[in-house]
């Protein structure tokens, strides 16, 4: 029986990381999880999985909680909740689905304690991929990843080594947008970005998945994950979303990694790896029904965010910070309808631009950058 704490449990991943646990009662057992506002959700989970620690975002929800749960849940909140609960004492592997880099400090105390990580929360590794690396690599502690792409990437590199990968090659369903030119992105409406075409997830990834900044965090992800520099990854749109990711190696062969699009996939083989088990009622990939795969160049004039994030990549240090920062800040705006579509560009790119960067940032620098930038970009509206 594996025992998982799970961060951001109310979340699109955490979700469907409940499916997983509910579908294989006898393998695992949700000890620990953290919700942001849902606290309806919250008690719902509490009363199906019996958790012995709960983590909500504010202090008064975790007060009204305390009195609708049992004496046997401990109930915290904040960053110091969402800390216990990363660290949790009863776990064997946490799954990090919070958003955003509200992540990142509980995922470097859970590196220490020597927690397993399945980890979804791409900003962490975005906004500080150095710190969080490093740390794993000193502790031996594994880091598994959920995204789609990257467990894609995980899979396919079972039984070979890193030193013969030539190149990555991410696969980008295109998003919302993907059949827009860029005058056509004047004026798109949130509902329309957030209408995306083959996969079902949390709000702000539907929005970064539009403007195709999600593929530019995840070739920062993959940088940090595989140790692999950034001329070596390239993105290669993909509509049908069946090959998930490939490797191609020093020999010309290449190795993908190909299913139905489902989250729940990369987080099983997160939670069973190096094992598998049935996904029972897992629709089966049938090529022959789709009949046919498309790819196509990415076009890197519309959808510049893309770029921003290869070059933040390169130049590294804080860049990243910032990009993630500004971007989280900007996304933000554009659900609130405070700014339009292609206004989350201008502001990453005004940000990027005004950063003077710092090689090797401390977490303090790091969050003081990440705290920074979200307040200037908002005070730019
Ligand atoms: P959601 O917005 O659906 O869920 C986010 C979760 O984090 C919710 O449980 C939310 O709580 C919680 N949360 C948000 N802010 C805070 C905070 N400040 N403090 C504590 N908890 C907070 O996001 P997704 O599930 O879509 O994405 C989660 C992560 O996984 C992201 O990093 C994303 O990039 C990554 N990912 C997601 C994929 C997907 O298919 N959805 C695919 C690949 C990666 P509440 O709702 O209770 O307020
Ligand atoms: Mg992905």
Request: hydrophobic content about 40%; glycine content about 8%.
């Amino acid at each position: 029986m594996k025992k998982i704490s799970l961060m951001g449990a109310t979340g699109s991943i955490g979700t469907q990381t409940l499916d997983v646990i509910r579908e294989h009662p006898d393998e695992f057992n949700l000890t620990a999880l953290s919700v942001g506002k849902n606290i309806d959700g919250a008690r719902k989970m509490i009363a199906e999985f019996n958790p012995s620690l709960v983590s909500v975002q504010r202090e008064e929800d975790a007060e009204i909680l305390k009195k609708d749960v049992p004496l046997s849940v401990k109930v915290l909140y904040g960053e110091e909740g969402l800390v216990q609960v990363a660290c949790h004492q009863d776990a064997d592997i946490l799954v990090n689905a919070v958003l955003g880099s509200v992540g990142l400090y509980p995922t470097m105390q859970a590196i220490e304690a020597g927690k397993t990580i399945a980890i979804a929360n791409k900003e962490t590794l975005v906004t500080a991929g150095h710190l969080v690396m490093e740390a794993a690599r000193k502790k031996g502690v594994a880091l598994l990843p959920v995204d789609s792409e990257h467990s894609a990437i995980f899979q396919a590199l079972q039984g070979e080594q890193e030193k013969n990968i030539e190149k990555l090659v991410i696969t980008a369903s295109g998003g919302s947008f993907r059949d827009r030119t860029r005058d056509e992105l004047v004026g798109v409406t949130v509902k329309e970005a957030l209408n995306h075409p083959n996969w079902s997830m949390g709000a702000k990834i539907t929005i970064d998945s539009a403007s195709m900044m999600n593929k530019g965090l995840e070739v920062i992800e993959a940088h940090w994950l595989f140790d692999i520099p950034y001329d070596k990854i390239d993105v290669l749109q993909h509509r049908e979303s069946i090959i998930h990711s490939m490797i191609q190696f020093h020999d010309t062969s290449v190795m993908a990694q190909l299913g139905t699009p489902d989250m729940r996939v990369p987080i099983q083989y997160a939670l069973t790896y190096p094992d598998r088990l049935d996904r029972p009622g897992g629709k089966r990939l049938d090529l022959a029904e789709i009949g046919r795969l498309h790819f196509e160049k990415m076009d890197f004039e519309r959808f510049r965010c893309l770029g921003f994030a290869y070059e933040a990549g390169r130049t590294g240090g804080s860049m990243t910070t910032v990009l993630n920062a500004a971007n989280e800040a900007a996304v933000a705006l554009f659900l609130d309808n405070k700014i339009s579509f292609l206004g989350i560009e201008e502001l990453i790119e005004r940000a990027l631009n005004e950063h003077e960067v710092i090689r090797k940032p401390d977490l303090e620098t790091i969050r003081e950058i990440d705290r920074r930038t979200r307040l200037t970009v908002s005070q730019w509206i």
